[in-house]
């Protein structure tokens, strides 16, 4: 589950979207 450049966080991932 990777920092990965998405618009918005809608995976359910570690991502600040």
């Keep these: ?7 918005k966080e809608t995976d359910g991932n570690d991502n600040i979207g």
């Design 1 to 7: 589950v990777l920092a990965l450049p998405a618009p």
